[in-house]
């Protein structure tokens, strides 16, 4: 049968006995009922579901990312343990390096005597005014000394080998007012205190 007599068979169909239509015309409307009916449940039924699909596909990815981040770190936990461990010890060696307020008067002393064991006079040694940051209060200390610049030398690695933490800034070194062959150095040290709160 070809195309021509294909349309021809069309016109002459009975729609009150279909069962005498030929069987390509049988094939075709049947072809074509199939055709819009997965059309139709496709765009009013599974549309939105495999948009759904989708939106969970994308979030399991996330989930799996997240649960495989998750599960390397629940593996590693021992070891996370151990270096907090580790960590809050440290911590603690270098808050005990630390000095309290009621140490302050000691720490003095200690830097007082370094000077002196380097050789050095001390014309002045004053507290500045504290200075608070976000986790520790600096407590500056304005030091004077005259002496050798050897000597400026053995007093700065006399201080740094302090059992408190003390740190020396705004270094001024100058000749003495005085005709002798002295120098004067003017420092600051500061040294750390944590904020308990």
Known sequence: MDAKEFFESLNNLDPNNI??????????????????????????????????LDGVKLREEELMKTYESKAFQ???????????????ATFGVLLRQLPKDAEVPGLLEDISHTGLAAGLAFNSISLA?????????????????RGGFH????????????PRIVTLHDFEIAPSSDQSHELTMKVRARTYRYKEN
């Open 129 to 145: 005014k504290e200075e608070s940051k976000e986790f520790y209060v600096e407590l500056p200390i304005d030091v004077e000394v």
């Open 151 to 162: 000597s400026f030398g053995a007093f700065v690695s006399g201080v740094a080998a302090l």
């Open 19 to 52: 069962g005498s239509w030929p069987v390509p015309v049988k094939i075709f409307i049947w072809l074509f009922a199939c055709g819009v009916a997965g059309f139709l449940v496709f765009h009013l039924m599974l549309s939105d579901s495999m948009t759904q």
């Open 74 to 88: 629940a593996s590693n936990l021992d070891a996370y343990k151990e270096q907090m461990k580790e960590m809050e």
